[in-house]
């Protein structure tokens, strides 16, 4: 009867010295839920934008989370994120292009706004769209389309005439621009042709995560 006397006191006495260590790991594990839970709310925070807009400039059936990946790669969805150049916003719109974009929907408002910075990107992205309907296959315009949003549509109409040429067909794929790129004059190809990898990345993430 004693020993299980002191067997019990001896356990009651461990018990309350790994109790602040055991507290301690259970308020940690909170703590971490309750940051997961955060991203997962962050990385949501737009989605209904991307789906308003792109339903709006591409149709119902174009998937929106091509935008969300485009917005994760320019700015990692960061409304206040503002380049070394100066593009700004979600979308990382320089002023000048958002300008053009406003005087065509008045109704945009400051290029800091989210919900009006995401749906100029996708109007732009539009743009770009329609632009490579007929020069390329409907399947690269994706590549084509985010390389003009990021370096501009006269640097990628060169490369897109250079490779062209050197793989001697009438409409190239985006493997021959890749293989070209450093031919290119004017044109900072490394950051394009990341900027579209991780685009793609994006989408394949966000489409696991469906």
């Not at 971490?32 to 789906?51: I, L, N, S």
């Not at 591409?58 to 917005?71: C, H, L, N, S």
């Not at 296959?137 to 006269?154: D, I, K, L, P, V």
Request: hydrophobic share 45%; aromatic share 12%.
């Amino acid at each position: 009867m004693r020993r299980a006397a002191v067997v019990l006191l001896a356990d009651i006495a461990l018990a309350l010295a790994l109790a602040p260590e055991l507290g301690a790991q259970a308020d940690g594990a909170i703590a971490r839920a309750q940051q997961r839970r955060e991203v997962r709310k962050a990385e949501h925070r737009y989605d209904d934008t991307f789906r308003r807009y792109s339903k709006r400039y591409f149709g119902p059936a174009f998937d929106w989370r091509w935008f969300k990946a485009q917005g994760m790669a320019e700015s990692n969805l960061d409304s206040a994120a503002t380049s070394r150049v100066g593009a700004r916003g979600v979308m990382q719109l320089m002023p000048a292009t958002y300008r053009a974009i406003q005087s065509k929907r008045p109704e945009f408002g400051a290029i800091d706004d989210p919900e009006w910075n995401i749906a100029a990107g996708i109007m732009h992205d539009r743009y770009l769209w329609k632009l490579w309907e007929r020069k390329v296959s409907q399947e690269e315009r994706f590549n084509f389309m985010f390389a003009s949003y990021n370096a501009g549509e006269g640097t990628i109409g060169r490369a897109a005439d250079t490779a062209r040429v050197a793989a001697g067909v009438p409409t190239p794929a985006w493997a021959h621009v890749e293989q070209v790129a450093p031919r290119v004059p004017r044109w900072r190809y490394r950051e394009t042709l990341g900027y579209v990898r991780k685009i793609d990345a994006n989408y394949a993430r966000l489409q696991r995560a469906r």
